[in-house]
């Protein structure tokens, strides 16, 4: 996805074990930059497409 093309996209809708699935994620990345990282789910807008 290009920067400055976020229009077509909002804040995913996810589940329980996908918001875990992030976390788990977040944690590790952050264990091993030693860096705050926050993870953000998008999904198109109209639901239907995918990116690829």
């Not at 229009?7 to 860096?35: F, G, H, P, V, W």
């Not at 990282?37 to 639901?47: F, M």
Request: glycine share 4%.
């Amino acid at each position: 996805m290009e920067t400055g093309h976020f229009t077509d996209y909002e804040i995913a809708n996810i589940n329980d074990s996908a918001l875990k699935q992030i976390s788990e994620l977040e944690k590790n990345m952050c264990a091993d930059t030693n860096k705050n990282i926050v993870l953000i789910a998008y999904q198109n807008k109209d639901g239907n497409k995918k990116e690829s």
